[in-house]
């Protein structure tokens, strides 16, 4: 069981005024609770930071349904730091999670900002060091985070950092991925004509050698070396142009050689365990393979969540059957109940409710180019929280993202950022009212429509403006200390 949060109080660095009055649902410890679903009930929930109006009350993030949450903010203004301060508290088993509600995290770490994660603070820094004041001052739980570094294959990684090798099959990738991987359209592209047609020959057609009449059914499981095959002795290839044959028999043949393919396969429920951190650490990768890798973890745990939801909806309606029947029909209670435990089993099999965090998010779901992972990640944030999944995007370019993905966020957190297009399109996004009147530090004075451009102009690192569709307004917060080493902060 967590325990009771600490009453802390002392001044924060910078302190803001703000009228009309804060209104939003309480959380813990009569502290501010943002993206609550369903009030009234009991409150799972992370604790974020301090209200950065006095009296500085603890502000919590409701993780019992699932969100989409926005981070912005430009490089050093707390942006990276603040996904560390989330994902170490949705699986704490301290004060900071509230409720006993287990979740898997998942983070796809662009730049490798998050390779520093599994070492905690403590076992890092003096204890007279000012990383440590701030943790006591905060009253931060000095607890071991659980924490799997992934790395693909062939990623240069420092001796000492235990990780897991992640690799790819051919199989693994469908046919829009692997035209992505290529640069090449599927429809308009010759070689993506081809690579398409190649595809469905090897995955879901079968073909005839051309040579000796054998026949080759299609295979769910295979290598780049059935693809070469294939484009070798298909007949009905043969007809496209041996020039943009050969093209793409030089792509495959660069790709066998790559140490991130290999016969080992992609497991996305390996990166997906309740209570524990996975960070995939993806820096090394050329900008096709990180999207194409993107792509396909997030259609599988679309896929594989959505066969454990449907059997974890069905649950407890066995047991309420099986409650309804226990008097006047034993046997049948008893079958409900075994079917419950049936659906149970099965629902182990697929993936539990989980966070997905992607750091540099622009680079997956870009507001102009079509890259492999783009539509998969636009279908997560359009349907996953029908599945219970929830998604963390941050990025220093929020006017550099997909216009449909700046509709859908439940909740906000933006940092400082600098320049007018990120600043108009985090205004797009804002689910809640602005400020009449904002003061700071008792000096500067903000009011009207330029209000807020100006605050998030000036805001200091590890603060953030909050919007929630559940306040009355736009609120100031300073993020809480992390208890795992953060690793950007000179970047």
């Given at each position: 069981m967590p325990g009771d949060p600490p009453n802390t109080r002392f001044r924060l660095p910078s302190t803001f005024s703000v009228q009309p009055e804060l209104a939003a649902d309480e959380g813990p410890a009569r502290g501010i609770l943002i993206g609550q679903n369903a009030p009234g009930r009991a409150t799972d929930g992370i604790y974020l930071g301090k209200h950065a109006e006095p009296p500085h009350k603890d502000v919590?993030?409701?993780?019992?349904?699932?969100?989409?949450?926005?981070?912005?903010?430009?490089r050093r203004s707390g942006k990276s730091y603040?996904?560390?301060?989330?994902?170490?508290a949705l699986v704490a088993r301290g004060w900071?999670?509230?409720?006993?509600?287990?979740?898997?995290?998942?983070?796809?770490?662009?730049?490798?900002?998050f390779l520093t994660f599994p070492y905690s603070v403590a076992e890092t820094h003096p204890d007279a060091s000012e990383t440590m004041q701030e943790l006591n001052r905060w009253r931060i739980d000095l607890e071991q985070t659980p924490v799997t570094l992934f790395a693909p294959a062939g990623t240069e990684m420092p001796a000492?950092?235990?990780?897991?090798?992640?690799?790819?099959?051919?199989?693994?990738?469908?046919?829009?991925?692997?035209?992505?991987?290529?640069?090449?359209?599927?429809?308009?592209?010759?070689?993506?004509?081809?690579?398409?047609?190649?595809?469905?020959?090897?995955?879901l057609d079968g073909y005839r050698d051309k040579t000796n009449g054998q026949v080759f059914v299609p295979q769910e499981?295979?290598?780049?070396?059935?693809?070469?095959?294939?484009?070798?002795?298909?007949?009905?290839?043969?007809?496209?142009?041996q020039d943009t044959r050969e093209a793409l028999r030089?792509?495959?043949?660069?790709?066998?050689?790559?140490?991130?393919?290999?016969?080992?396969?992609?497991?996305?429920?390996?990166?997906?365990?309740?209570?524990?951190?996975?960070?995939?650490?993806?820096?090394?990768?050329?900008?096709?393979?990180?999207?194409?890798?993107?792509?396909?973890?997030?259609?599988?745990?679309?896929?594989?969540?959505?066969?454990?939801?449907?059997?974890?909806?069905?649950?407890?309606?066995?047991?309420?059957?099986?409650?309804?029947?226990?008097?006047?029909?034993?046997a049948k209670a008893d079958n409900e109940r075994a079917l419950a435990e049936e659906c149970r089993k099965r629902a182990g099999q697929g993936l539990p409710r989980c966070w997905l965090i992607i750091d540099e998010a622009h680079n997956y779901v870009p507001s102009r180019l079509n890259v492999p992972s783009r539509k998969p990640l636009k279908k997560y944030v359009d349907e996953g929280r029908n599945l219970g999944l929830s998604i963390v995007v941050a990025t220093q370019q929020p006017s550099g993202l997909?216009?449909?993905?700046?509709?859908?966020?439940?909740?906000?957190?933006?940092?400082?950022?600098?320049?007018?297009?990120?600043?108009?399109?985090?205004?797009?996004?804002?689910?809640t009212a602005y400020p009449d009147e904002i003061v700071v530090e008792?000096?500067?004075?903000?009011?009207?429509?330029?209000?807020?451009?100006?605050?998030?102009?000036?805001?200091?690192?590890?603060?953030?403006?909050?919007?929630?569709?559940?306040?009355?307004?736009?609120?100031p917060l300073k993020v809480r200390p992390r208890s795992t080493v953060h690793g950007g902060a000179d970047y």
């Open positions: 919590w993030m409701d993780i019992r349904g699932a969100h989409v949450l926005y981070v912005m903010g430009k603040t996904l560390g301060a989330i994902a170490e900071i999670r509230q409720g006993e509600f287990d979740q898997a995290v998942l983070i796809l770490d662009t730049m490798n900002v000492d950092v235990d990780h897991t090798v992640v690799t790819l099959r051919a199989s693994d990738l469908d046919a829009e991925e692997w035209c992505g991987l290529f640069e090449v359209d599927p429809f308009v592209d010759p070689m993506g004509h081809l690579m398409t047609s190649l595809h469905a020959k090897v995955a499981i295979f290598g780049v070396d059935e693809l070469l095959a294939a484009l070798d002795r298909d007949t009905e290839l043969d007809g496209f142009p030089r792509r495959l043949t660069a790709v066998a050689r790559s140490s991130v393919f290999s016969q080992e396969g992609l497991d996305v429920r390996s990166l997906l365990r309740p209570g524990e951190i996975s960070i995939l650490l993806l820096r090394d990768l050329d900008h096709e393979m990180r999207s194409v890798m993107v792509s396909l973890i997030v259609k599988r745990i679309m896929r594989l969540r959505a066969n454990s939801e449907q059997q974890e909806r069905m649950i407890p309606v066995h047991l309420a059957r099986a409650e309804r029947f226990e008097s006047s029909d034993p997909d216009p449909s993905l700046q509709r859908n966020a439940d909740l906000l957190l933006i940092h400082a950022l600098s320049h007018q297009d990120d600043i108009n399109a985090a205004l797009g996004m804002i689910n008792g000096r500067q004075k903000f009011s009207g429509p330029r209000s807020f451009s100006a605050l998030v102009r000036g805001l200091s690192v590890g603060y953030a403006i909050a919007s929630s569709d559940r306040a009355n307004r736009l609120f």
